[in-house]
């Protein structure tokens, strides 16, 4: 029986999914805007703040009765950044233990538990872990949209628009890409290059993906991408990675869990599960 006020956070770059246990009510969980860490300069931990107190008022709570807060958040991956999490979370919950943690803990507490696994997260981002007996063993670094991100939102939306820009999609998916997405070489110079949030902006392109993943084209783009991500993070686990089941968190691994597992086939992975969001299980696990 819940006997504690318990908030859980499952924070990534395009949104929070904030979700609270308590005595005598069921879960609920509200989602707020994004938020990741690592990208954040000292003054951007206000709006995180700013994000905290607008689900607190969603979820109709007293801020002095939460007596834990476990964070999980895209970004959260030194000691440093950690604290700068949990300080700006006590402002708001002053009498609460806090725990942060990153993301992908967060992910593979939600698939595998105290198990084991390969845990891997297909989001606006991407990230995987070896997971044994309820800590991380070992992880492959992402290294970001720019550098790494395979399988990702951004990844996606990135050689979408690759692409698209240099004709190799033909004139048809071009001309409603400008259309309905604004997409034309100025536009995307700038959001990329020169605005925050080029991540975020690229991962809004794959409703496009979506809506044309019957297009051979469009097949090949999924096929490669899921296919980077498992031989450029999965692979490298060596060994371990044939043996042991491999799950997925994230929209992308969600919308596209046809794809995902055809390039799991092909590579002899053992697939566990993939869950749209690790929010609902965190929020079991805290009970």
Request: net charge negative; aromatic share 8%; charged share 20%.
């Amino acid at each position: 029986m819940q006997t504690q006020t318990t908030v859980v956070a499952d924070a990534g770059s395009t949104k929070i999914s904030w979700g609270v246990c308590r005595p005598n009510y069921a879960p609920e969980v509200v989602t707020t805007a994004g938020f990741n860490a690592v990208t954040a300069r000292s003054e951007d931990f206000c709006k995180l703040y700013e994000l905290c107190v607008e689900a607190v008022s969603e979820l109709g709570l007293t801020a002095l009765s939460v007596e834990e807060v476990h964070y999980y958040g895209a970004g959260c991956a030194t000691a440093a950044i950690n604290a700068s999490v949990a300080s700006a979370l006590r402002c708001v919950f002053p009498q609460a233990q806090i725990y942060v943690g990153s993301d992908l803990e967060g992910a593979a507490r939600a698939l595998f538990g105290e198990g084991d696994g390969i845990a891997c997260i297909l989001g606006t981002g991407s990230n995987s872990c070896l997971w044994r007996g309820g800590i991380i063993e070992a992880n492959v670094p992402p290294l970001g949209y720019i550098l790494g991100d395979e399988g990702s939102g951004a990844s996606l939306g990135r050689r979408l628009v690759r692409q698209a820009l240099r004709g190799a999609l033909g004139q048809r998916y071009r001309d409603e890409l400008e259309r309905d997405y604004g997409v034309t070489r100025e536009e995307t110079l700038q959001r990329v290059y020169r605005s925050p949030g080029g991540n975020v902006w690229l991962a809004s392109l794959v409703p496009f993906l979506g809506r044309h993943r019957n297009s051979l084209a469009i097949q090949r783009i999924l096929a490669d991408e899921f296919g980077a991500f498992l031989d450029n993070n999965v692979a490298l686990y060596n060994a371990v990675a044939m043996d042991m089941p491999v799950g997925f968190v994230g929209s992308v691994a969600h919308f596209f869990e046809i794809e995902l597992r055809t390039a799991m086939a092909e590579r002899g992975y053992r697939l566990a599960r993939i869950v749209r969001s690790p929010i609902d299980a965190l929020l079991a696990s805290s009970r």
